[in-house]
């Protein structure tokens, strides 16, 4: 059974920075491309980041290019996402996801893991 567990999220000032973190069981996780995806209250889920399965591919929303860092380590099976120079608009509920291939487009994605909450304040 796949298992997606989102962790690193909390309350942080606008400008602070979270690492989050992402581990995977119950797949192959180097033969998956991941993303990170948002939703905040109210609002439609949206792409993040995407990283291919080897990580030499990585795509960015353009509201996050330039302050959020996607990475993986294969040998761990786990995503990570390094955000910083976090704005209030960046609260939402963060989560992690699974897709056969390197994609940004959310309807690719068939695993998806619970969340974790990101709250940034002004």
């Known amino acids: 059974q796949v298992r997606l567990v989102e962790s690193g999220g909390g309350l942080v000032q606008a400008g602070g920075s979270l690492r989050l973190s992402c581990a995977a069981s119950?797949?192959?996780?180097?033969?998956?491309?991941m993303g990170w995806f948002r939703q905040a209250p109210g609002k439609e889920r949206e792409v993040v980041a995407a990283?291919?399965?080897?990580?030499?591919?990585?795509y960015y929303a353009d509201s996050v290019k330039g302050r959020f860092t996607i990475s993986r380590d294969n040998a761990k099976n786990t995503l990570y996402l390094q955000t910083n120079s976090l704005k209030p608009e960046d609260t939402a509920v963060y989560f992690c996801?699974?897709?056969?291939?390197?994609?940004?487009?959310?309807?690719?994605?068939?695993?998806w893991g619970q969340g974790t909450q990101v709250t940034v304040s002004s």
């Open positions: 996801a699974a897709s056969l291939e390197y994609s940004w487009r959310g309807q690719e994605y068939r695993n």
């Open positions: 119950g797949l192959a996780f180097s033969s998956y491309g």
């Open positions: 990283i291919s399965r080897s990580g030499g591919r990585t």
